[in-house]
């Protein structure tokens, strides 16, 4: 089975844990039976791969995404990076085209592209497995999934199916609509439809050149940024005559909001909080160091990280978007592809960063122009290299590196540091890269 996860968006409603690099899909909130935590990305991959050991599974994402991948997934996954935010059509095709051009899958195989982010148990991959199946049959160009509703919602479109079969021709589409009217539809036997569908990879490359002048994947590549933006229910969905859809009736919930999400947690409490005996329905989700305590309060949502803290009432908590908009504030956490890091100090001149290597990896060899570095080793043993001297380091090892010095640093062990930077100018932007 071939599986595109569609990964893009800043997750902002799901602030102050999400934002521009983060986004919500890497949040490690979900418990598992080991007593750890794993996030959206990390729980779907794993539940594919459950149902199917040898799926090809391909994340179609930005630039900004591309390391809190590798770090919660590793490299074996496929990514297909945009360059640029150009809606699902461009992102679909680009994706296919990946496949079909650095992958060398053959494009009589079908796809299945879906969002990365549902909450879901394994009957929707078992479901996924059976959608692929009915695309490689070729009775339709596209097989969508839809799903049943459970209430008259009014955040998804609608798709009215034909007559009540398992799978059916699709009669038409319907746009997000009002309570009263998803009653309406409901009651004609439609379905909600939540992006989920399969495909030949020809279907969409064929379609893709008539609505694109490109030769290959690297073409389209290079071209993406000239590319207009429309969706791909809007560009193709909409536009296909044959069509069917195959009902799901298990779980399925989209968590976009903090409201949905606490109800998908297991533990009312993430990280450090205390809640007293009076609460009720109260959710607290913690990244600092130091304890949250909640007193006597009722369907409330409290988060806290380096990037701000939420209190809010659950309901009120949907509609968290526009406050955000409003916020400056530069990233204050991170996941690189080589570990993560966390700044807890900025000064006019300086600022103080907790930076932590995974075991076997290293940062880029680089160097900045406009400020100095100082290295303290807290814990784990790896290697720095300062303008090609190598110096084996441990605990208490400080290292010094002045602008315009070439720097790295290598971790044995799990490796964590207190980086100091200090400069009148300190930018995400000053950074030049080498080959070591």
């Excluded at 746009?175 to 992006?195: C, F, H, R, T």
């Excluded at 290292?399 to 010095?405: E, V």
Aim: net charge negative.
């Amino acid at each position: 089975m071939n599986i595109v996860l569609l990964s893009g968006g800043s997750g902002k409603r799901l602030w102050p844990l999400s934002n521009d690099i983060r986004s919500k899909q890497f949040i490690k909130i979900f418990k598992t039976d080991d007593g750890n935590y794993e996030s959206m990305v990390q729980r779907v991959y794993r539940q594919i791969k459950k149902v199917d050991s040898e799926a090809t599974v391909t994340i179609a994402t930005s630039k900004t995404q591309v390391s809190a991948i590798h770090n919660q997934l590793g490299t074996d996954v496929g990514i297909s990076i945009e360059p640029c935010r150009r809606d699902t059509f461009p992102a679909i095709a680009l994706a296919t085209a990946y496949l079909v051009d650095v992958q060398g899958v053959d494009p009589e195989e079908s796809v299945v592209v879906c969002p990365v982010d549902p909450y879901v148990e394994d009957d929707y991959f078992e479901a996924l497995k059976a959608l692929s199946e009915q695309a490689d049959k070729g009775e339709a160009n596209l097989t969508l999934m839809g799903i049943e509703p459970t209430y008259p919602s009014e955040k998804y479109g609608y798709i009215i199916p034909k007559d009540s079969n398992n799978i059916s021709e699709v009669s038409t589409f319907k746009e997000k609509p009002s309570v009263e009217v998803a009653q309406d539809y409901i009651s004609q036997g439609a379905l909600w439809n939540g992006g989920v569908f399969a495909y030949k990879l020809k279907y969409v490359l064929d379609k893709a050149h008539e609505l694109i002048d490109f030769t290959d994947y690297k073409d389209l590549y290079n071209k993406y940024e000239t590319l207009n933006k429309i969706s791909f229910d809007y560009a193709v969905v909409e536009k296909e005559s044959k069509i069917q859809v195959m009902r799901f009736k298990g779980q399925w919930k989209d968590l976009g909001t903090w409201n949905t999400l606490t109800e998908a947690m297991e533990e009312s409490v993430v990280g450090k909080g205390i809640l007293n005996d009076k609460c009720e329905g109260v959710h607290i989700v913690n990244e600092m160091d130091v304890p949250v305590l909640a007193m006597g309060l009722r369907d409330v949502v409290i988060s806290a990280s380096p990037e701000g803290i939420l209190v809010s009432d659950k309901e009120q908590s949907s509609y968290i978007k526009p406050f955000v908009d409003g916020i400056e504030q530069q990233i204050m956490f991170a996941e690189k592809s080589w570990g993560l890091f966390k700044v807890i100090d900025v000064e006019n001149s300086s600022v103080t960063i907790k930076v932590t290597l995974n075991p076997g990896h290293s940062m880029n060899y680089h160097l900045h122009r406009n400020r100095d570095e100082v290295w303290v080793v807290i814990s784990g043993t790896g290697k720095a290299v300062v303008d090609g001297k190598e110096q084996m380091i441990k605990p208490g090892d400080v290292i010094t590196m002045k602008a315009g010095c070439k720097h790295t640093v290598f971790a044995d062990t799990e490796l964590k540091l207190i980086e100091v930077q200090l400069g009148e100018e300190i930018t995400v932007q000053d950074k030049e890269k080498f080959p070591l």
